[in-house]
């Protein structure tokens, strides 16, 4: 369901003339966190040293996108025992390094850059999930829109999910919800970018 949505909101952007790029992390091979900044601050670097090691590292896929290429990013997660996936919190490891830059050498990666959440699930605790992805793309240094996440679950006591795939690509309400998210993001990035491209008096 967070992909259908997910897909639902990069169709709306690329109509509205924007550039999409889409990165499934479930097909991406990247090797967990292994924690080089426990030992030694100067030991995480950027990019992640696993990165710079292994050449069959995928993360810089990621860390490219956000770095570099994105002005908007959507991240979608299902909701796993209450929390957001395995696979997102693999990857908000391996983003140590964006945030350890700041710490370390006060070099801020992520500028003028937006970010905004699809949560959904069988099960509660949607805005526990959005808490967390809301407090830690902040320490990355994004910014978000007015109402920054959509959701949907099906509740705690919901057992009918073979009807749940179904029900969000048949909601009107939750694709009018992704298209505006987008168009809430979009317009957060075009007054972010038009700030940035300013001059100084």
Known sequence: TSDALLEIALAHAAASGFDTQLIKLNDLKFRHCEAYYSRSAEACT?????????????????????????DVVLVA??????????????MAERLNCVQNQVTIRDNVLIRNKVAAFIITGGQDNIQGVA???????????FSFPQFPFIAHSRGWSAEDMERNV????NSRELHQGAAELVDRC??????????AAKPEK
């Open 46 to 70: 950027w990019p992640c040293s696993i990165t710079q090691m292994d050449p069959a590292d995928q993360m810089d896929r990621v860390y490219e996108a956000l770095a570099h290429w994105a």
């Open 77 to 90: 997660t299902p909701i796993r025992w209450g929390a957001a996936s395995s696979l997102y919190f693999k």
């Open 131 to 141: 808490g967390q992805m809301l407090t830690f793309f902040s320490e990355l240094g």
């Open 166 to 169: 179904d029900y969000v690509r």
């Open 186 to 195: 979009m317009e957060l990035a075009n007054l972010l970018m038009a700030r």
